[in-house]
């Protein structure tokens, strides 16, 4: 089964604790990926807005870390920079590993810094982390918080410009809607779960969930407890979320975001777990076609349009 992760925070972990990517004690890990049949994993590179001036530096070693990590293990993983990437024949059996940043703020605002990002392999940006930044407001700003600068529009129509995949997870409730609006391409948010079942500000409101829908984007449903129930949620409680996106707006818009290496409680183990989601989804009502989609189809959708 092809499964598409759509974000995990492993690569800043691992550039901290010196650990490789091919096996290692992290929640995620090249050896188990791909025995679970992670076949397309969205790699988030991230450094705190405390580092301020340094967080450029920083996010430039995260990336050259991902790169040497890539290359390190080719039998395994490649870097997807299109969507034709994924179509090449050596690729069928390997995981494929697309670059976001989380967070413009090492950007400075500055659309010469996304562009050479773009080059260097820079796929997907989020506009924010949870705070306001030059260009959005994240959302513990409050809701519905600032809309975007004009530096933010800017940045917005460059991305979609070069084809890079908008991701409004953090994104306060007013930025988030007036991005979606701005960007021309179906939107993502690549980890949060329903208001609706647990209402914390990382996640989604239906208004939310709707615009998603309209811009035929998709939501990546992730496994941290407190954005599923309280710290005892389980997986249940995480297909909960999926169940009802599916019944407010579709099949169509749900995918997987687990945000493993970005929390400590979450609802699995690791990405090993992560080829028990058939049965799972199944014993859910999820038919085999509906479960594809969510595996992996409905990011493939995203990914081909844009990239
Ligand atoms: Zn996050």
Excluded at 19 to 43: C, K, M, T, Y
Excluded at 203 to 230: C, E, H, P, Y
Excluded at 277 to 302: D, P, Y
Aim: a negative charge; proline letters at 3%.
């Amino acid at each position: 089964m092809f499964i598409a992760d759509l974000h995990c925070d492993t690569i800043s972990l691992l550039f901290q604790s010196g650990e490789p990517l091919l096996h290692n004690s992290a929640h995620f890990d090249l050896e188990r990926a791909s025995s679970a049949g992670i076949r397309l994993q969205v790699f988030a590179l991230f450094v705190s807005p405390a580092e301020g001036s340094n967080m450029l530096r920083q996010v430039l070693k995260q990336m050259d870390y991902f790169h040497e990590q890539i290359a390190l293990n080719p039998d395994l993983a490649y870097l997807v920079c299109r969507y034709d990437d994924l179509l090449v024949p050596g690729h069928a059996d390997k995981i494929g590993c697309l670059l976001h940043l989380e967070g413009a703020d090492a950007l400075g605002g500055e659309l010469e810094m996304l562009r050479l990002m773009h080059r260097l392999g820079l796929r997907s940006l989020g506009l924010t982390w949870n705070h306001r930044n030059t260009i959005a407001d994240g959302v513990m700003e409050g809701d519905p918080g600032a809309g975007l600068s004009r530096l933010g529009r800017k940045m917005i129509q460059e991305m979609a410009r070069l084809d890079m995949v908008l991701d409004l997870a953090h994104v306060g409730p007013a930025s988030f809607y007036e991005a979606a609006e701005i960007y021309s391409g179906p939107v993502m948010v690549s980890h949060a779960n329903t208001r609706k079942l647990c209402d914390f500000p990382r996640n989604l409101s239906d208004d939310q969930i709707k615009t998603v829908a309209q811009k035929d984007g998709i939501i990546g449903v992730t496994m941290v407890s407190d954005f599923i129930r309280n710290e005892a949620a389980g997986i249940n409680d995480l297909l909960d979320h999926m169940v009802y996106i599916a019944e407010t707006i579709g099949v169509r818009h749900l995918a997987l975001g687990s945000d493993f290496d970005g929390a400590t409680k979450l609802v699995m183990p690791g990405i090993e777990s992560y080829n028990e989601w058939g049965s799972l989804l199944a014993g859910r009502g999820f038919s085999a076609a509906e479960q594809e989609m969510i595996l992996s189809g409905n990011a493939l959708r995203l990914f081909k349009t844009i990239l």
